[in-house]
Structure formats: structure tokens, C-alpha cells
């Protein structure tokens, strides 16, 4: 096995330090903030493009909210508006960007609506695509991903 | 006639494919409502050669296919291991619902390439998730599992010591995601224990005439997910060594899986499998393909 290790890890280490090309072409990509990438403090809210970049992505999110049968339901009595900031405002806080959230927690907000494990995911999938689309990298998009994913047991089932 | 052997083969592999084909339309003709499922790609991982989910040789704690929550899903696949002197080739398919419950058929054929002749093996396995999610949950996503084997023919199994032509796996695996963990890549562990009485994993039978005492044998993978879409990791499966006749040794690979989409997956892995009836060092190619509904 030892031998078979280290045949196979510098193929390994080549694939895993190069994120195999694909990282390259996203590391080029961030449009929205490279004005701010060069500044020292580095936060999550600024790779995700700042204020003008965030918003771009809660857009592409409620987009496919929008066109999405399998969860759009949920929405039905929502003020789309107030929604849209509360939810650039929570993001903005889950990433470090200092901002002022002047909504519920999630539990609250999310209480009766009966969130299912299936809403859940369709809406993670939605947020995934719609970082893609702002080119976000995918380090980036994982590191969101981390702060969000905890909320699961608040969100959903009550 | 290398040349010839390894066309060989590849067409076995794709003949596979083409029988496994039927099997996933049959049971989408006999279940309802299948939508693409709403789970994120890759979260379904592969297909054992066992058939259940999990990476190529170890059944991880994750649900096979893209179904959450009152979703069903349903995989077909084909997979290949070509070694020095033997080859496995296996076909299966699974019916999984909820996210929760995995049922699965898998078929081996076991060519002795060096020696002659061939085992085989059929493998029904259920799978149930007691607790946790993969993603979401600070709690690993916790599945038993239970595999019933049975081998189409006694009698090298029974010549060789085994004392069943049948056995049943039990396991437990333990399956957790971490975000940004390694160089911002999402990182999967998983841990499974299982107890076990086959020899080579059931196509030289199951207990011997000396012991017929379940084994606690471990396995393990991780996984770094390089892109959304493709994963590498390493696999290693302990075996019980109980048939006088030859050693068993543990098995270990290393994968590369590629999930094209939530419909097609490719799985290539570099495995080490030991010694095999007394032929030593077997390593050699894993290839793998699978369709998801
Ligand atoms: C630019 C964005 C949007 C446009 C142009 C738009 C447009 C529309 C239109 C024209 C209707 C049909 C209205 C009617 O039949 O009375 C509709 C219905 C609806 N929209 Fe949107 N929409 C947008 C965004 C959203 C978003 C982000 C959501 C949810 C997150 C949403 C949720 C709904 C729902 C639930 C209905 C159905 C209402 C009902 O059946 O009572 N929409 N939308
Ligand atoms: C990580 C996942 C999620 C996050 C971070 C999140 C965040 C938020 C935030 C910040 C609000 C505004 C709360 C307020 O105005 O006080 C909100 C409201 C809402 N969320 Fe979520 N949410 C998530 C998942 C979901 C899912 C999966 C659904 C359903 C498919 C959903 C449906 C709703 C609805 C319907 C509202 C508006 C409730 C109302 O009308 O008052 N959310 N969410």
C-alpha cells in the first residue's frame, strides 16, 4: 500500500493544490469587489462582492425562489421587498460585514411554516447557483456555506 | 493479448451498462413521481461493490441518489475492478425514499482470470438513517445498514473451508461533511463498522468450519471535493482472516469520482486488494459508472 501512496500522491498533491484548473479560471472571475481585494482586512462579506455584490446574489436567489414549484408556496405571504433586505442584512451579518439585521432569528421567522428537509436543500442548491453566477469562488462559496448550514434545525420542521 | 484482455474487458463493462440499463427503467416504470431530487450534487456519493452507497469499497452513512425529504430516488450502475489475476464485475440498483431508507440489488461475477472458472454473488442491502444529516447537523449522519449475501455456487467456497453458502453483514457508518476545511474545500469523513463472517467479502463464503463467530472488522474513507463536482479520497476496509486455505488481506484505494450531474457519475479508483486465493499483491483499476434518477 505504502508503494501504491506514493505512486499516486503527487498525482494527488498536483490535483489538490491546483483545484484542478478549475480554481484558476474562478480565481480570475471576482468582478464585483476587486476594488476591495486588496485591502487588509479580508472578510467574508467583502469576497462575497460587499453590499453590491451580496445583493446581486439574494437576487439570483429569489429569481429561482420565484420559478421554483416545489417551494415558492412557502412564500405566498411574504412582502418580497422586506424580505429581500432582511435577507441581504442577515447575510451581510452571517458574513462579518457589520451590518444591522433588524429581523427575527431564524427560528422565529421560520416558525409554521413547516420547512421540510426537501425546501431545505432546493434553497441551498439555489443559493450554490446563484454564487456561481456572481462567479463567486468556490472557497468562498464553501465558507458561507459553513455559516449557513448550522441554521438547519432552526429552520426547518415547526 | 494484453491488448485483447483489457478490450475485453471494457466491453464487459459496457455490458454491464447496457443490462444495468433495463433495471433502473423497470423500476422507473413501478415508482411514481420522480422528480430530480432536490439534495446538492455529489451528496449521494458512489456505489459500492456491494451496491450500497458509499464510496467503491465501503458503504458510507449517506442515502444513495438526490432524494430528500419525501423525494425518491433510484441509481443503476455498472462497476469493473480489473486486478492481476482476477476481475470483479458487478451490476445493481437502488430504490431509496425519504432520504432515509435505501434498499439495493447487486450482482458479482468474479473471474478468475489466472486460475479459471468464476464466483459470483448476489447482495441485497437495506439501509436506514437512525440519525443526524450530512450537511447540516453538528451530529454525523448515522445509518445501519444490513447486506444479505448469498454466492451462486458452493462449491469452491466449500472446498476452500467456508462452512455457509449465505451470510448477513450488519453496519453501522458514521458520515459527516466539513465545509471549508481544507484549503477552502469541503472535506467528507466517514467511518463504518461492520460485523461480518464473509471471506473476500462473500464470494468464498461465509464462516469456516473452525469459527463461525461474527467479526468486528473497521473501515474508513475521506474525501476532499475539489470542485463542486469532483472528489478524491482514500478507502480502507479491514477483512477478517479466517479460511486456512490462503491469508486475506485488508483492501485500500484511492478515487477520483466525478459527479458529471445528478444523473451521471464516474467513479476511478487505484486499489490495492492484498492477496487473493493465494495470488499475492492484487492491485490493479476500479471503474465505475452510474445513473441517477
Ligand atoms: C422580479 C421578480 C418577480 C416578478 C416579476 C414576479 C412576478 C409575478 C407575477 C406576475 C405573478 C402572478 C401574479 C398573479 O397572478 O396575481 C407572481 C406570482 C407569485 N410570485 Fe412572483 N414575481 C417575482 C418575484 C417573486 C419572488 C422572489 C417570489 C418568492 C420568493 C415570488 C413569489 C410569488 C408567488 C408565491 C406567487 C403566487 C401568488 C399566488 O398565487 O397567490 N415572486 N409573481
Ligand atoms: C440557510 C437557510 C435560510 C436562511 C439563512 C434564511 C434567512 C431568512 C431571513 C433572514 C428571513 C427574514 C426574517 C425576517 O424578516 O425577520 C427569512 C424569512 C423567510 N424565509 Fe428563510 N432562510 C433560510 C431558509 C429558508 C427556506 C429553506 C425556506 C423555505 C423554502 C425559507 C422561507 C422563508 C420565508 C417564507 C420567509 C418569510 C417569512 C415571512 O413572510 O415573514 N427560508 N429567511
Known sequence: ???????????????????????????????????????????????????????????????RIATDQRIVHHFQETDIALFRERAIEHFCLVADGGCVYHGENMALSHQGLNITQADFDALVGHLIESMKEQQIPLSTRNALLKRLAPMYSDITYH | ?????????????????????????????????????????????????????????????????????????????????????????????????????????????????????????????????????????????????????????????????????????????????????????NVLLNGTVRATKANQTGLLGFGTQANNDYQFVLEASAAVLLTDNLALGIEYRQKPNELAFAREDDWQDVFLAWFINKHLSVVTAYANLGSIAGFADQQGWYVSVEGTL
Open chain 1, 1 to 63: 500500500m505504502s508503494r501504491l501512496l506514493l505512486k499516486l500522491l503527487p498525482v494527488a498533491a498536483w490535483l489538490f493544490f491546483t483545484g484542478c484548473a478549475v480554481q484558476k479560471a474562478e480565481s480570475s472571475a471576482p468582478q464585483v469587489n476587486s476594488k476591495n481585494s486588496t485591502s487588509s482586512q479580508h472578510t467574508l462579506y467583502q469576497a462575497l462582492g460587499g453590499e453590491v455584490g451580496l445583493s446581486a446574489i439574494v437576487d439570483g436567489l429569489l429569481a
Open chain 2, 1 to 185: 493479448m494484453n491488448i485483447a484482455m483489457n478490450t475485453l474487458k471494457l466491453n464487459s463493462l459496457a455490458w454491464n451498462c447496457a443490462k444495468a440499463l433495463p433495471c433502473l427503467f423497470l423500476l422507473l416504470g413501478t415508482v411514481p413521481a420522480f422528480a430530480e431530487g432536490s439534495r446538492v450534487v455529489a451528496t449521494g456519493g458512489g456505489t459500492t461493490i456491494e451496491g450500497s452507497a458509499g464510496g467503491g469499497i465501503v458503504p458510507w452513512a449517506v442515502i444513495n441518489g438526490y432524494g430528500s425529504s419525501d423525494e425518491w430516488s433510484a441509481t443503476a450502475m455498472a462497476t469493473g475492478v480489473y486486478v492481476d489475476d482476477f476481475t470483479l464485475n458487478v451490476i445493481g440498483a437502488s430504490l431509496s425514499f425519504d432520504n432515509r431508507f435505501e434498499l439495493s440489488l447487486a450482482r458479482q461475477t468474479f473471474d478468475l482470470d489466472t486460475m479459471g472458472g468464476e464466483l459470483g454473488q448476489d447482495i441485497f442491502g437495506i439501509k436506514y438513517k437512525l440519525a443526524g444529516e450530512l450537511l447540516y447537523t453538528a451530529m454525523p449522519q448515522i445509518t445501519l445498514g444490513a447486506q444479505y449475501k448469498r454466492v451462486d455456487d458452493f462449491a469452491i467456497p466449500q472446498a476452500v473451508g467456508a462452512r455457509s453458502d449465505w451470510g448477513l453483514d450488519v453496519y453501522i457508518a458514521a458520515s459527516k461533511v466539513f465545509f471549508d476545511a481544507v484549503a477552502g474545500r
